[in-house]
């Protein structure tokens, strides 16, 4: 089955550590996406590929770092320098630009920082 | 800026009707989706609008209104997995079409 898959689904740091979050797709998809969850907060764009080796920065990309390297993969980094990282991560895929292209969501990464 | 309100909660019975209002102010228009989250889960796609009207799938519908920048999601017969959070976004400008813009959810509760 095609789909994608976000690891690990709890992840815990101590402040000052870097931490890559991986998602990986199946769906011969060309964008992706990473978007941060908070509670009482839609979801936000931190940011999102078009096709390999490209990326563009979201709304909330301070602190946080991603490589398009291959298609299938599109991981992303939260460095020490983002001050609230603890959150609900989702990486998400679509089928290109086109405008009716719905996102595919992974299960997500909660990631907790103390 | 880009504004994307809708209800925080919701409660309804099993086999009652909901409709989920999504009002939005965004930088162009390309679509409106919605979405259907269970707690600590993956959104799911429920239906696309780009075209003012309704669009029925099954039990659930989806009516956009572009004019008055206005969405619903009518979910019928409810049943108690329908139980989750509903999230609209909204894809603005063909420039920026990767920045779908999320409200922040309806909690519906669907009570025996």
């Known amino acids: 089955d095609g789909g994608i898959t976000q690891s690990p689904k709890y992840l815990f740091r101590k402040e000052g550590q870097n931490v890559t979050l991986s998602c990986e797709q199946n769906?011969?998809?060309?964008?992706m996406y990473w978007y941060r969850q908070d509670p009482g907060q839609g979801l936000r764009l931190i940011y999102y590929?078009?096709?390999?080796?490209?990326?563009q920065k979201g709304d909330i990309a301070e602190g946080y770092s991603v490589s398009r390297e291959k298609k299938e993969s599109f991981p992303l980094t939260v460095t020490s320098a983002q001050k609230n990282p603890t959150a609900f991560y989702l990486c998400?895929?679509?089928?290109?630009?086109?405008?009716?292209?719905?996102?595919?969501f992974g299960n997500g990464t909660r990631l907790t920082v103390t | 800026g880009q504004n994307i309100d809708q209800p925080t909660e919701m409660t309804a019975t099993e086999g009652a009707i909901v409709q989920i209002n999504c009002t939005y102010q965004?930088?162009?228009?390309?679509?409106l989706f919605w979405y259907q989250q269970h707690a600590g889960e993956a959104p799911t796609f429920l239906s696309y609008?780009?075209?003012?009207g309704l669009e029925e799938k099954g039990r659930f519908s989806s009516f956009l209104s572009r004019s008055k920048g206005y969405s619903y999601l009518l979910l019928k017969e409810l049943q108690m997995k329908d139980s989750a959070s509903y999230l609209c976004?909204?894809?603005?400008?063909?420039?920026?079409?990767?920045?779908?813009?999320f409200g922040a959810g309806t909690q519906v509760v669907v009570t025996p």
């Open positions: 590929s078009q096709i390999v080796n490209d990326f």
């Open positions: 976004a909204v894809r603005g400008s063909s420039q920026s079409w990767g920045k779908l813009q």
């Open positions: 609008n780009v075209l003012d």
């Open positions: 998400a895929s679509s089928l290109g630009s086109g405008t009716d292209s719905p996102l595919h």
């Open positions: 769906l011969n998809h060309d964008a």
């Open positions: 965004t930088s162009g228009f390309n679509g």
